[in-house]
């Protein structure tokens, strides 16, 4: 059986889209294992993020997200800094609980700061959206929904 006429042209754009596809997600994997894999933990769950949002909202959130990404970026490297910090007291011979008591303290203080820009963006963004739309990801936000 051969193919021919329109589908073969349909046949082969679909093969060149998905070795394109294979291709970028190879480099970003590469990316992220040359640079250290904590590196795309936070591209990785904003992501997942702006999938679970409903098609009308991710045009807005994203450029929410695109406005503040350098203040955004600074909060992530700060959290970055701190588990680094943790890290290595977890690894010393010598572990001192006041230093590793300091270090969690730091974490939760950058985590929180991070944390808290991003809600400022979320907020931002919601503002901005329709009722209905917003209806649509409120189940996102009901108790339990993370262990369903």
């Known amino acids: ?3 021919g006429g329109r589908w073969a042209v349909a046949l082969l754009v679909v093969l ?14 590469a990316g992220g294992a ?4 904590d590196q795309l933990r936070p591209v990785r769950a904003l992501t997942a993020f702006l999938l679970s949002l409903p098609e009308e909202a991710r045009p807005v959130l994203r ?12 909060k992530i490297a ?6 680094g910090e943790v890290a290595k007291l977890l690894a ?4 001192d609980r006041a230093r590793l008591d300091a270090a969690f303290v730091e974490l939760r203080m950058r985590t929180a700061e991070a944390q808290t820009l991003l809600h ?9 959206l329709p009722p209905e739309v917003r209806a649509e990801w409120q189940p996102r936000w009901t108790p339990g929904h993370l262990f369903r």
């Open 1 to 3: 059986m051969t193919i």
């Open 16 to 29: 060149f889209l998905s070795l394109g596809a294979n291709f970028f997600l190879g480099g970003l994997f």
């Open 34 to 37: 040359l640079r250290g894999g």
């Open 63 to 74: 450029e929410r997200f695109r406005a503040r990404r350098p203040e955004l970026r600074a």
């Open 78 to 83: 700060a959290v970055a800094e701190a588990r």
């Open 92 to 95: 010393r011979e010598d572990l």
């Open 120 to 128: 400022e963006i979320v907020a931002e963004a919601m503002m901005e």
